[in-house]
């Protein structure tokens, strides 16, 4: 079975500075993915950026980049130059086979 | 355009009462997910389907049942049985039914309230 992790409940940060929003995973899978998703208050689910584990270098998805420490099973979002548009929830997720499986979610407020 | 269309976006029945939340996809994907978020929580899984005509249990899925008659479609039906059925659902869908890297593709979802 798989685990997720998000220890950090709410974050808030002022617009245009970094944040770094934590994950860590637990699974016996040899390859997965590693998914970060943003719900803003629409709901409406979003991808923001994925990791494929093999893969030893890091994503990035122009502000938005990963640091993946596979050893560690970690997998956390940097946030560059936060926009007011970035408030949301984010969700960090891990897929090993047919199941994808969610953290408890961080809620990130940016401030103006 | 392509996407997820799940329908009624808001939904209110009365405890005792079986409820069917439609979910209808037009983007050819094989694989479609139902999910079901509680408040400032993540999302858990309830049902999932590889393949029209199959479907697997995912995490959560005591007092619910799905069907996946047609690829575009994939109704949940929460029953009398679950018993706590007030929560937000999502359904999604993706491209590939047996790849770990295909991402999911959401609706909007919809918020059952049972009273």
């Known amino acids: 079975a798989q685990t997720v992790t998000q220890s950090q409940p709410e974050m808030s940060v002022q617009e245009a500075e970094t944040v770094t929003l934590s994950c860590t995973y637990d699974t016996s899978e040899n390859n997965y993915y590693l998914f970060w998703y943003k719900q803003p208050p629409s709901r409406q689910m979003i991808l923001v950026i994925r990791?494929?584990?093999?893969?030893?270098q890091n994503a990035t998805e122009n502000r938005f980049s990963v640091n993946f420490q596979k050893a560690a099973k970690s997998f956390s979002l940097k946030i560059s130059d936060s926009q007011l548009g970035d408030t949301a929830m984010y969700f960090c997720?891990?897929?090993?086979?047919?199941?994808?499986?969610f953290g408890g979610g961080t809620r990130l407020m940016v401030k103006p | 355009d392509g996407g997820i269309t799940q329908s009624p976006k808001y939904l209110f029945r009365k405890e005792g009462q079986n409820v069917t939340l439609s979910c209808e996809q037009n983007l050819n994907h094989d694989a479609m997910y139902w999910y079901r978020q509680d408040p400032g929580q993540g999302l858990r899984l309830i049902y999932y389907?590889?393949?029209?005509?199959?479907?697997q249990k995912g995490d959560i899925a005591e007092g619910y049942s799905v069907s996946r008659e047609k690829k575009e479609s994939f109704p949940l039906t929460v029953t009398s049985a679950q018993k706590n059925p007030t929560a937000f659902y999502l359904c999604?869908?993706?491209?590939?039914?047996?790849?770990?890297?295909?991402?999911?593709?959401f609706g909007n979802g919809t918020r059952l309230t049972v009273t």
């Open positions: 990791q494929e584990a093999y893969k030893q």
């Open positions: 999604a869908s993706s491209r590939n039914r047996n790849s770990y890297n295909s991402p999911l593709h």
């Open positions: 389907s590889q393949i029209v005509n199959d479907f």
């Open positions: 997720a891990s897929n090993a086979g047919n199941m994808l499986t």
